[in-house]
């Protein structure tokens, strides 16, 4: 029942019948769209394709700053099609299964794990294994090994999944994008879950230093309407010719909250903030801290809207100035910066998602092309399956 709560949020998709599988960070508790099945083997099949353009009112040299899907000003752009093989293990039964994720496309490049080597291809953002033990009514243990995606945020890798068209700011600077190593989902019960994870690192295939990374998140269901988790991370991030000892930390939590409201309204409110030791540009430590608001609602059966206002205050600027710039910053400088996002959820073909999106971002540096601020128009097509 509990996965994140986070899902409660995603009502303006519900109505087309998405895949729980497009979720990546669901995959056990996934509902696929389609399914081919032997008598001893049965595999399911689902994914999604999905095309966009996007105008910016700051060329900045044919790209737009800041973004990590919608990339190209001015440009019809191929983002995804993806792939999911799967086979769910039943939660009430001594059960294996696995999930194997293909993104093809600029998104699946967008956040490729260092080590995979798929080159401008894509990327295989999920490849796990979980075996499930039961432990009474509605309480499991689940073993999983390989790779998966983050335990972080609300917006997952999969864009059709998301509230909104464009990628927020927390997703892209202050959480990881996929984990790879070992782990376990426990479910105590109706209202309670937690899952752990002993990773490489931060979207790495293969280990950069000698120690391993954690992440640990606890979930509340208290009733049909409320989820609430909390979130833990710890562990060296760089690599060894920067910190031969591996005593430099990333450490880190996160807060999440969701709230259905009357109807089809529904609110999530996101809270993240981290440290990393000798991470900033003069050797000093980084910090840094971000917050994002998520409103949902459907307007008619086959209309949603999903408001999104996030904000990031990079202190030392060493998670996001050389990611807008493409040059890491020679000091430390403060860098503080936001969006405001509108985007309609249009369903009125079965199986198929249209979202016009208008954007707004803020920095207090000029980091746009030049400029403090940007504007942005985008619309992508989906077909769900």
């Given at each position: ?85 799967a ?23 967008a ?61 892209i600077?202050v ?40 992440m640990g ?10 989820g ?30 969701s ?22 540009p ?27 206002g996030?904000?990031?205050d ?17 000091a430390?400088?403060?860098h ?50």
């Amino acid at each position: 029942m509990i996965r994140r709560c986070a899902t409660l949020v995603v009502v303006t998709l519900a109505s087309i019948g998405l895949p729980r599988l497009l979720h990546a960070q669901s995959p056990d508790t996934a509902a696929v769209a389609a399914t081919a099945t032997t008598a001893a083997f049965p595999v399911k099949l689902s994914g999604y394709v999905t095309a966009s353009y996007t105008y910016s009112t700051n060329d900045n040299g044919g790209t737009i700053a800041g973004r990590l899907y919608d990339t190209r000003h001015d440009q019809f752009m191929f983002n995804a099609a993806k792939i999911v093989l799967a086979k769910p293990v039943e939660t009430s039964s001594l059960s294996a299964g696995f999930q194997v994720d293909a993104l093809l496309g600029t998104n699946g490049t967008a956040f490729q794990a260092s080590g995979l080597g798929l080159g401008t291809l894509g990327d295989v953002t999920q490849a796990l294994v979980t075996l499930n033990v039961p432990t009474g009514k509605d309480r499991y243990i689940q073993f999983k090994a390989g790779k998966s995606p983050t335990l972080m945020g609300l917006e997952v890798i999969e864009d059709v999944a998301n509230p909104n068209l464009s990628i927020g700011n927390q997703f892209i600077f202050v959480e990881n994008t996929t984990n790879t190593g070992v782990g376990s989902d426990l479910k105590f019960g109706p209202t309670v879950d937690a899952e752990v994870r002993v990773i490489n690192g931060w979207d790495l295939l293969t280990d950069n230093n000698t120690k391993k990374s954690f992440m640990g998140r606890l979930g509340f269901t208290p009733d049909a309407k409320t989820g609430f988790s909390v979130l833990g991370y710890v562990g060296p991030e760089q690599p060894l010719a920067i910190d031969p000892s591996g005593s430099n930390q990333r450490y880190g939590g996160e807060a999440l909250l969701s709230r259905k409201l009357a109807g089809s309204v529904a609110l999530t409110a996101q809270f993240d903030a981290g440290k990393e030791q000798h991470a900033a540009p003069s050797g000093n430590d980084a910090s840094w801290w971000a917050g994002g608001v998520w409103l949902t609602s459907d307007i008619t059966p086959k209309i949603g809207v999903a408001l999104r206002g996030d904000y990031v205050d990079d202190k030392q600027g060493a998670r996001s100035i050389g990611f807008f710039t493409g040059t890491a910053p020679a000091a430390d400088l403060a860098h503080k910066f936001g969006s405001g996002t509108v985007t309609l959820n249009i369903r009125s073909w079965e199986n198929a998602l249209v979202r016009p999106e208008i954007r707004y971002d803020r920095s207090n540096l000029p980091v746009f092309g030049g400029k403090k601020d940007q504007v942005s128009f985008g619309l992508g097509v989906s077909y769900i399956y």
